[in-house]
């Protein structure tokens, strides 16, 4: 048999009607206490799965992900690339963090964009600007690696380095900004003291209102950061902590993501770190979704979304290459994994039809990340890609977000027989999760559980099968915990402070399968996002390929 062959399943014939997976984002297994969002919320329908069919919990951070350490967090990013894979690819963080160890990022046969960005400043004696997240969350980018960029730029006798920083508050604490900013300052203060040396940084804003849209849905943002960061145009301070400060100042409360934007300036009021002819700028996020817009702005020569003004001659790089299809950007420090032979792809050989669903907030989850960071369809004859338009919005004050929308249309698509296959994303779990609202998290639970509960007389009329989990924690822990105690840590202005940041906590797997005899196989040891490709395919009725993951289930003639 061929490469891309499926082979069926001696054991199980598979379920008649479509195997749907449904990655509820964001919503892991938390402590059951006031934290929980997820156990406080009114959930019938996940009780139910819980209580009726096989049910289990899966790993979904750390090492079962391909992130360095178990000590990292799981994102929506290498959850998808996991589920759709059905293996564990190191991503993003791990390799960044063993290009910079072992010196393959600066120098020898893979350093050649590293050495283009800094032989093109040197010979024009002219600015290196560094851009990203600021934070240690290692979900988009690590405060490590920006340091281990500056620290050789001064090694490498760069003169002049300007760092643009976007203030996380997302994964992790909600208002640490400022203990990464005095870090960073620190560093640069000391290089400045050198002779011939001139580091600082430049400009900055809150990760959600500057620069880091995805998928087109605020371009607004992405705007916002080029007038900031390229042209120097925004509120000007002196430094970046006062810019924090103030505006800390005049809206109590505010969150580290939700900052405007803004300059540092010198004495006479310009900005310090305009982008110039001749400059370079290294974008040091390494996760694509939200670093793929603005890599367009900087490299694009046709571009629509908004007026960039006069375009400085700059020569722009990514930490990695954020759209393989789009080779953007065309240059970047450090290779991607390589994700090839995904479950999308071999369905899409087997001419089998699949149905990726979604609102635009987790759009490119299941269709970009779960094709392997692929973008576009493997063959548009058998695979049906729907965008459910996210609303703009503060997901707070509409929790409920576009679930029941994505479930009128899945519904609608099941019912027509076409997909053998199907896959949808509910996002309220984590978008709502991230705001850091305990109240809107436990509505936004409600409302996926409200549309579970239609799915399942459509999955059991159609003879089909349901696979409910997520692709990380967020909203099962809306709390910041002390370390020591266990206990809510108490907010300054009352109640507890909130957490904003993604979870290490193990996530749901439920199979509603109804007449299906099927249990899960209690051999698989540390089962975790990796191992439902295979799943899917048992219950189509097919075996993994040899090195998939195991599938989690076993058949069960006998009920036990």
Known sequence: MGEWTLRR??????????????????????????????????????????????TGRLLAHGRAVGMPSDDDMGNSEVGHNAIGAGRIFDQGAKLVAKAIADGSIFEGENAKTWQAVTERVRARRATLHFLGLLSDGNVHSHIEHLFALVRRADREAIERVRVHVLLDGRDVAETSALDYVDALEELLETISAKPGRDYRIASGGGRMTTTMDRYGADWAMVERGWQTHVRGQARGFTSCRAAIETFRGEKPGIGDQQLP????????????????????????????????EISEAFEADAFEHFDRGPRPDLLFAGMMEYDGDLKRPARYL???????????????????PQLAISETQKFGHVTYFWNGNRSGQFDAAVETYV?????????????????????????????????????????????????????AAILAVEAVDLQLARLLPVIEALKGALVVTADHGNADCMYELDPKTGKPVAAARGGFKPKTSHTLNPVPLHVF???????????IEKPGLANLAATVLQLMGYEAPDDYRPGLLRFDPDGR
């Open 261 to 292: 934007q803004f300059v540092v300036v010198d004495p006479q009021g310009g900005p310090i770190g305009a982008m110039r002819d001749g400059d370079a700028v290294v974008l040091f996020n390494f996760r694509g979704d939200r670093a793929v």
């Open 9 to 54: 399943n001696g054991q199980f014939p598979g379920m008649p009607g479509p195997v749907v997976v449904c990655v509820m984002d964001g919503v892991g297994i938390g402590r059951r206490d006031e934290s929980d969002a997820v156990w406080l919320a009114r959930t019938p329908t996940l009780d139910r799965l819980a209580r009726d069919g096989p």
């Open 513 to 523: 399968a109804p007449g299906a005899k099927l249990a899960l196989d209690p051999r």
């Open 387 to 439: 965008e459910v338009p996210s609303d703009l919005r503060p997901f707070e004050e509409r929790p409920w977000m576009k679930a029941a929308e994505i479930t009128d249309r899945l519904i609608d698509e099941l019912m027509t027989g076409r997909h053998r296959h199907a896959r949808v994303n509910y996002a309220n779990g984590d978008m709502v999760g991230h705001t850091g609202h305990a109240t």
């Open 334 to 352: 450090v290779a991607p994994p390589a994700i090839e032979r995904t479950l999308g792809e071999y369905l899409a050989r087997a001419g089998l």
